[in-house]
């Protein structure tokens, strides 16, 4: 468990951080599938314990699975340019809106389009979860990794 902890932390984050996916803790995590599935239950306490390893094993790959799918998965160029049209469909529509004072015209249209800038803005940083300034850190890994102790 520690050679996975010690690969997500060293480089799959580092990786996934830079825009990559990476396998390096993929060996040690089949290691941990071949030591479990090697155990031989002796007595009944034995095999409980093994099913709820199993059961956190399972619950690990998927976890893993759900981060790589995070990490690699991005929000497709149609939905930016449907993002894009929209925004400046939006802005087009206030822009010809007629108004009594130019300075309430210019307020509205300046609020409509801080308010899609923002919310784009927010879309491209949630959209990468493990760079920026909004992103997914990796100290809880780290804390696992020093109550796991070292050899």
């Known amino acids: 468990m520690r050679h996975y902890l ?3 932390v060293d480089r799959d984050w580092p990786a996934q951080q ?3 996916i990476s396998d390096a803790a993929e060996p ?4 941990i599938r071949v030591t479990l599935a090697a155990f031989k239950p002796a007595t009944s306490g034995d095999a409980v314990l093994m099913q709820e390893m199993l059961h ?3 619950e690990l790959y998927n976890a893993r699975h759900a981060r ?3 990490a690699g998965g991005h929000i497709p160029s149609s939905v ?3 993002i894009g049209f929209l925004g400046v469909l939006t802005v087009g529509f206030a822009a010809l809106a007629g108004m009594r004072s130019l300075l309430v015209h210019f307020v509205m249209l300046a609020g409509f389009t801080s308010t899609i800038v923002i919310v784009v803005s927010l879309i491209v940083q949630l959209d990468f979860p493990f760079r920026g300034e909004i992103s997914v850190s990796a100290e809880p890994f ?3 990794l020093e109550h796991a102790g070292h050899d």
């Open 80 to 82: 930016w340019w449907v």
């Open 56 to 58: 956190s094993l399972n």
């Open 18 to 20: 830079a825009g990559r």
């Open 68 to 70: 790589l799918e995070a």
């Open 142 to 144: 780290r804390q696992a």
């Open 6 to 8: 010690q690969a997500v």
């Open 28 to 31: 040690a995590l089949r290691q």
